[in-house]
């Protein structure tokens, strides 16, 4: 910049703008992006001053679209602060992204898990329905059909060694499940 001959001046210029396309070459070479796991795919050419990048520009104006295609994203000072945060904003969006997915699977999973209990809880309550059906059935066959036939033993003058303890009937039903999330309960009580 500070060169009095105009043609020796342009010449460097130009040789900077060659610096620092060759740079952009290099960088994107490197790949650096490929080397980690959670990284935006491209890499910053930091140019410590606006005027050394616009010194660029003016001898090669397609260093910027040069640099993008390379996935090199040139960078100044001013422009630097911008990028990064960018950058750490489509982080946090990355991350609740995430953290949205994984509640989303864990909310079907247990979702799943509460149909497969549901229907476990279906099963137990038509058994213990057929069990108090049972039990009340085989109460009734005791009281008309068995115990008759037992008495006419004390009639014939037989006396037992004990005494035959009372049995109730069992009045309690199941409870019936009638929430509008158990469309299976309703097909049940049908």
């Avoid at 900077?16 to 740079?23: G, K």
């Avoid at 520009?57 to 679209?65: A, Y």
């Avoid at 009639?155 to 060694?161: C, Y």
């Amino acid at each position: 910049m500070s060169c009095t001959d105009e043609d020796e001046r342009a010449a460097k210029l130009r040789h900077h703008a060659r610096q620092v396309r060759d740079h952009i070459t290099k960088l994107s070479a490197k790949s650096y992006w490929s080397q980690f796991a959670a990284t935006p795919e491209f890499v910053i050419l930091f140019i410590p001053g606006e005027t050394f990048l616009s010194a660029a520009l003016e001898q090669d104006p397609s260093l910027i679209e040069e640099g993008v295609n390379q996935q090199v994203i040139i960078a100044t000072p001013t422009t630097l602060i911008a990028l990064l945060r960018a950058v750490s904003y489509g982080w946090r969006q990355e991350t609740i992204a995430e953290s949205a997915k994984a509640i989303s699977d864990l909310g079907r999973e247990l979702y799943s898990r509460l149909a497969t209990m549901t229907d476990h809880f279906a099963k137990v309550g038509r058994g213990l329905e057929t069990a108090v059906k049972s039990y009340n059935e085989t109460v009734g066959s005791l009281e008309t059909r068995v115990l008759p036939s037992a008495r006419k033993f004390k009639e014939q003058g037989i006396s037992p060694a004990a005494e035959l303890a009372p049995l109730n009937v069992v009045e309690r039903s199941v409870r019936a499940v009638t929430v509008p999330e158990l469309p299976a309960a309703d097909a049940d009580a049908a």
